[in-house]
């Protein structure tokens, strides 16, 4: 499992995102960077990546590579191989050659192509890297969960509805069919924010097995107008529990995964201590929440209605 975002499967999916106009995963997002590619350069770079990145359907697997990194992910992409380059610029171009027989043409495109993703990751992608991370350790917080409880099948489990754990075959919902055989290679399962409905993996099957999944937006649900877990403790407090009841976590990421201030979940935390609905530990500099069994039970009873 990626443990942290991946920088170029985020950027590539963000800018699909984008030219689609479909599902915003961050609230204000495109908006903002709407704004922000005004600029002259952006336009450039927006230039170079459209042709190769459409709003649906498939783009070069070179644009993803396995680093998760972005200097070493634009670093692969820059030292693609000319000719694997071509190949898959041809498919893109739905069989038509991409280039002449000689490959040097697009080993210098390869260049600008790296530079222009590096540029659209910084404008698009990077001031949302605190609030990404911390939706992507939430989601890894369930995985790891079912992983002890049940395995592997377990975590394989709670991917659904997307993605479907048939013993022996991974199912997941994906634009045309595809079979993927792993041959005894492992399978890098990456969570992403920016990745919309259906699962995302790579064409060529001789690359790295690689499935990204969608975590969702994150974002709090809306609170329906009888929901008496907010009526009694609050609608911030009550997100708190729920984000206790998925996975234990820090003060400052409970901060992140909501929205506020570091100060504003400490307090929160402290009063649903002082209730005896969470229990707080200090590990270093750090302070870890955890649910209670009583914080559990009011949870059950405010979302279901449960006497």
Request: one cysteine or more; charged letters at 25%; hydrophobic letters at 40%.
């Given at each position: 499992?990626?443990?942290?975002?991946h920088?170029?499967?985020?950027?590539?999916?963000?800018?699909?995102?984008?030219?689609?106009?479909?599902?915003?995963?961050?609230?204000?997002?495109?908006?903002?960077?709407?704004?922000?590619?005004?600029?002259?350069?952006?336009?450039?770079?927006?230039?170079?990546?459209?042709?190769?990145?459409?709003?649906?359907?498939?783009?070069?697997?070179?644009?993803?590579?396995?680093?998760?990194?972005?200097?070493g992910?634009?670093?692969?992409?820059?030292?693609?191989?000319?000719?694997?380059?071509?190949?898959?610029?041809?498919l893109?171009?739905?069989?038509?050659?991409?280039?002449?027989?000689?490959?040097?043409?697009?080993?210098?495109?390869?260049?600008?192509?790296?530079?222009?993703l590096?540029?659209?990751?910084?404008?698009?992608?990077?001031?949302?890297?605190?609030?990404?991370?911390?939706?992507?350790?939430?989601?890894?917080?369930?995985?790891?969960?079912a992983?002890?409880?049940?395995?592997?099948?377990?975590?394989?489990?709670?991917?659904?509805?997307?993605?479907?754990?048939?013993?022996?075959?991974l199912?997941?919902?994906?634009?045309?069919?595809?079979?993927?055989?792993?041959?005894?290679?492992?399978?890098?399962?990456?969570?992403?924010?920016?990745?919309?409905r259906?699962?995302?993996?790579?064409?060529?099957?001789?690359?790295?097995?690689?499935?990204?999944?969608?975590?969702?937006?994150?974002?709090?649900?809306?609170?329906?107008?009888?929901d008496?877990?907010?009526?009694?403790?609050?609608?911030?407090?009550?997100?708190?529990?729920?984000?206790?009841?998925?996975?234990?976590?820090?003060?400052?990421?409970?901060?992140?995964?909501?929205g506020?201030?570091?100060?504003?979940?400490?307090?929160?935390?402290?009063?649903?201590?002082?209730?005896?609905?969470?229990?707080?530990?200090?590990?270093?500099?750090?302070?870890?929440?955890?649910?209670?069994?009583?914080?559990?039970?009011?949870?059950?009873?405010?979302?279901?209605?449960?006497?």
């Amino acid at each position: 499992m990626a443990r942290r975002p991946h920088a170029l499967w985020e950027t590539v999916l963000s800018l699909q995102i984008l030219q689609g106009r479909r599902h915003t995963p961050l609230p204000g997002w495109r908006d903002v960077v709407l704004g922000r590619l005004g600029a002259p350069r952006a336009s450039a770079a927006l230039r170079t990546l459209r042709p190769l990145i459409p709003a649906r359907g498939y783009f070069p697997d070179f644009l993803t590579p396995a680093d998760g990194d972005l200097d070493g992910g634009i670093a692969a992409v820059r030292n693609t191989p000319p000719r694997r380059a071509a190949a898959e610029l041809e498919l893109l171009a739905g069989g038509s050659r991409a280039e002449d027989d000689d490959a040097h043409p697009v080993s210098r495109r390869l260049g600008h192509v790296g530079d222009a993703l590096a540029y659209y990751h910084q404008t698009a992608v990077a001031p949302y890297m605190p609030r990404m991370r911390a939706l992507i350790d939430a989601d890894r917080a369930v995985r790891a969960r079912a992983l002890l409880d049940d395995g592997v099948e377990g975590l394989l489990r709670t991917l659904r509805p997307a993605v479907r754990w048939r013993r022996p075959v991974l199912e997941a919902d994906y634009p045309v069919d595809q079979e993927l055989r792993l041959n005894g290679r492992g399978l890098l399962l990456v969570p992403s924010v920016f990745c919309e409905r259906t699962p995302v993996s790579l064409l060529d099957p001789s690359l790295p097995p690689t499935l990204v999944y969608p975590i969702g937006d994150g974002g709090p649900p809306a609170t329906p107008a009888g929901d008496g877990l907010a009526a009694l403790i609050g609608g911030t407090r009550g997100e708190v529990l729920r984000r206790l009841d998925e996975a234990a976590a820090t003060t400052s990421e409970l901060a992140r995964v909501l929205g506020i201030s570091t100060a504003s979940a400490s307090q929160h935390a402290s009063v649903l201590r002082r209730s005896g609905l969470v229990v707080s530990r200090r590990a270093g500099n750090a302070v870890i929440h955890r649910i209670t069994p009583l914080g559990a039970a009011l949870l059950r009873g405010g979302e279901h209605g449960a006497p």
